[in-house]
């Protein structure tokens, strides 16, 4: 530590910190806990994969693949086979639109 000339070095006392405290002496807030919830998706809501697929990206074949991988995806999430809704729609622009849902109202098993 530079001192001016004519004045005494100060006295090197040790800082002792309260827990808690920044090293600048500022109380840090506590995080309180954070708990995880039991299911992060809302049950009410429904769970839905969606694509939109241009004409000439798709055949008849693929879409039939690409509607089982959205129906295994939503099975896997843990929907019953009752509870998947697929809907496959094909545009005048020979264009498809492809969504499988799962219906979380829907009774598994029904």
């Known amino acids: 530590m530079l001192v001016p000339p004519g004045e005494s070095e100060p006295e090197r006392a040790r800082r ?6 920044s090293k ?5 807030a506590s995080q ?3 708990e995880q919830p039991a299911e992060i998706l809302v049950p ?4 839905e994969i969606s694509t939109r697929m ?5 055949t008849e074949e693929s879409l039939l693949e690409h509607v089982e991988n959205y129906k295994q995806q939503i099975r896997d999430m843990g929907a019953a ?3 998947i809704v697929t809907d496959v729609e094909r545009t005048e ?3 498809a639109v492809v969504v499988v849902r799962w219906d979380r109202q829907a009774p ?3």
Do not use: D, M, N, Y
């Not at 009410?44 to 769970?47: A, G, I, K, L, S």
């Not at 241009?54 to 798709?58: A, C, I, Q």
């Open 16 to 21: 002792r910190e309260t827990h808690g405290a």
């Open 24 to 28: 600048f002496g500022v109380p840090q």
């Open 32 to 34: 309180p806990p954070v």
């Open 44 to 47: 009410e809501e429904p769970v």
């Open 54 to 58: 241009r004409p000439g990206e798709w």
């Open 81 to 83: 086979e009752t509870q």
């Open 93 to 95: 622009g020979s264009a």
């Open 108 to 110: 598994p098993g029904a």
